[in-house]
């Protein structure tokens, strides 16, 4: 069993930058794909960004490629999600996501792909 926590969010200025921490307990999380996910009231939970186990694929969403980074530090047990020139469009919960598999696979994207979610971390930016 995983369990995993999101801190970093925040209130921030359009243009400006967070760093979102997703940390777990369990030794083998540096195994386990993770994605990152965010949601606004109203709407359905969207992809951001996923990584696989290692570290060495990820992948992006459209709206957050060249202003988002995705990235393991797996002594820690954690993955981070560095953003930048945030943009009022970007505020949501953010939740982070893992599976014990070390593939990213194809389906990476997609919520059903995770087996572990956390509670999320709300991220504001003001226009």
């Known amino acids: 069993q995983v369990q995993l926590v999101e801190s970093g969010g925040g209130l921030v200025q359009a243009g400006g930058s967070l760093r979102l921490s997703c940390a777990a307990s369990?030794?083998?999380?540096?195994?386990?794909?993770t994605g990152w996910f965010r949601q606004v009231p109203g709407k359905e939970r969207a992809f951001v960004a996923a990584i696989s186990g290692g570290g060495l694929t990820t992948h992006y969403a459209d709206s957050v490629k060249g202003r988002f980074t995705i990235y393991r530090h797996s002594a820690q047990n954690t993955v981070y999600l560095q953003m930048n020139s945030l943009k009022p469009e970007d505020t949501a919960v953010y939740y982070c996501a893992g599976k014990p598999r070390y593939s990213i696979g194809s389906y990476y994207y997609r919520e059903s792909e995770y087996d572990y979610w956390g509670r999320g971390t709300q991220v504001t930016v003001s226009s």
């Open positions: 369990g030794r083998s999380f540096s195994t386990y794909a």
